[in-house]
């Protein structure tokens, strides 16, 4: 039956309708049969089979290979929808979250929240949008509005300025859109340690929320350890380490601004920067490794930037991580672990897992798979679509 609303249709080839009655969000443009006559980039259609069963509605695109996104598999409108998903997205971190140390954690995680396109990330009293689609371009408004109702917010930073923006015709969008601070900073707290997040010149959204439970795993394995922390950025897992009781911590990272920032971070937890057992370097990790005699650290930590963002990235990425992985292993000593990560979205579990495996076995030394990455229940993933799981983190033993 096809739906009574006045949106324009797409008609679907025969049996592509199943994944979507499965519950996966994404059409490819090799699925529609029809488009409708009068259509404008980021319209809200509706969406049949090609016998005419309605599957609810979603955003569409021309011209994309993923041509749309569903918003809804039933035929509430899309208002109380966006109102809907929110408020249940709202309520299960509050379930998670409430009476932790946690007041920073990701609220709607696109699609693990059937809000294809939108992320919000929670800061304390601050809230982060992110929007990476057309379609959810032009219900912005909608969901700002809707955030503000039911959060109570302080203030609103967007931080739509990804590059995959400019495919969608999208401009870089960065800086506060509601409220009357000035400084777009705050402190939040994360398992009970603190962390200056400055949105203006912040990756992400802010922090590495998607870390939090390996950097939890991470404190718990450093009392009376060396630590060392590539790629630290504002020195998360550095900041775990040395609170957890570390005996050494060294915290590097290319950048000298978010070295510093991890110096403040620190103090704002009570641990004193200048101490001898902290060192902080802004430094190249892969020059730094190459460089070191032995790496005299019982846990080293290897969470670089994405290697490869897009498919034709991946023989170089994978180059790269089988180097910077070599190159610690080759030098840490035997009995000693390493957390080694990759979010790039285009190397899957298998080939990152093998590629780290061929690092170690190069190096002549034997690497065991401790644990895996554990996500954070703020990222919730679609079973329909689980591939949505870009992060993977191995800890590793070595002998
Ligand atoms: N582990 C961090 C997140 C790391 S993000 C956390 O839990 O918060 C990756 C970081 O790698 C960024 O801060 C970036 O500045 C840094 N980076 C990129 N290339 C680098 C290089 N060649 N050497 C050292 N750091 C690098």
């Known amino acids: 039956v096809r739906g009574d609303s006045r949106l324009p249709t797409i008609v679907l080839n025969e049996g592509r309708e199943r994944p979507i009655e499965q519950g996966n969000h994404w059409i490819f443009s090799g699925a529609i049969a029809e488009w409708p006559e009068r259509f404008v980039n980021g319209d809200i259609c509706e969406v049949v089979s090609a016998r005419g069963k309605y599957l609810g509605y979603?955003?569409?695109?021309?011209?994309?290979?993923?041509?749309?996104?569903?918003?809804?598999?039933d035929h509430?409108?899309?208002?109380?929808?966006?109102?809907?998903?929110?408020?249940?997205a709202i309520e299960l971190r509050e379930l998670e979250f409430a009476g932790t140390q946690t007041d920073c954690y990701r609220l709607v995680n696109g699609i693990g929240d059937s809000l294809p396109g939108l992320t919000v990330d929670k800061y304390a009293e601050a809230l982060v949008v992110q929007i990476s689609t057309q379609g959810m371009d032009r219900l912005k408004e909608l969901i700002v509005?809707?955030?503000?109702?039911?959060?109570?917010?302080?203030?609103?930073?967007?931080m739509s300025d990804m590059p995959t923006r400019k495919q969608e015709g999208l401009p870089q969008v960065r800086g506060m859109i509601y409220g009357k601070q000035k400084e777009?900073?705050?402190?939040?707290?994360?398992?009970?340690?603190?962390?200056?997040?400055?949105f203006e010149k912040a990756h992400k959204t802010g922090l590495y929320l998607d870390q939090r439970e390996m950097r939890r795993l991470v404190g718990e394995r450093s009392q009376g350890k060396r630590v060392l922390n590539c790629f630290a950025y504002t020195g998360g897992f550095s900041v775990y380490a040395a609170a957890m009781g570390a005996a050494q911590v060294t915290t590097l990272d290319i950048s000298s601004e978010v070295v510093e920032q991890a110096?403040?971070?620190?103090?704002?937890?009570?641990?004193?920067?200048?101490?001898?057992?902290?060192?902080?370097?802004?430094?190249?990790?892969?020059k730094f490794l190459r460089e070191q005699g032995?790496?005299?650290?019982?846990?080293?930590?290897?969470?670089?930037?994405?290697?490869?963002?897009?498919?034709?990235?991946?023989p170089n990425a994978v180059k790269g991580y089988r180097e910077i992985n070599y190159q610690a292993i080759k030098r840490m000593p035997v009995g000693s672990y390493l957390l080694t990560c990759s979010c790039s979205y285009h190397v899957d579990q298998e080939t990152?897992?093998?590629?780290?495996?061929?690092?170690?076995?190069?190096?002549?030394?034997?690497?065991?798979?401790?644990?895996?990455?554990?996500?954070?229940?703020?990222?919730?993933?679609?079973?329909?679509?689980?591939?949505?799981?870009?992060?993977?983190?191995?800890?590793?033993?070595?002998?």
């Open 263 to 286: 110096e403040r971070n620190f103090s704002a937890n009570g641990l004193d920067p200048k101490d001898e057992k902290y060192d902080f370097l802004a430094v190249d990790a892969f």
């Open 184 to 198: 777009a900073k705050v402190t939040v707290q994360e398992n009970g340690y603190k962390f200056i997040v400055d």
């Open 294 to 314: 032995d790496l005299d650290y019982d846990l080293v930590i290897l969470d670089p930037p994405a290697f490869a963002k897009q498919q034709k990235d991946i």
């Open 76 to 88: 509430t409108p899309v208002e109380q929808k966006i109102h809907e998903l929110l408020l249940t």
């Open 352 to 399: 990152f897992q093998k590629t780290v495996g061929q690092a170690a076995q190069k190096a002549g030394k034997r690497a065991r798979i401790i644990h895996r990455h554990r996500m954070g229940s703020d990222h919730p993933l679609n079973l329909a679509q689980a591939e949505n799981d870009y992060l993977k983190s191995l800890l590793l033993y070595l002998d």
């Open 145 to 158: 509005d809707e955030l503000i109702e039911q959060c109570r917010p302080k203030f609103v930073y967007e």
């Open 58 to 73: 979603g955003y569409f695109r021309h011209g994309n290979s993923l041509a749309g996104q569903m918003l809804s598999f």
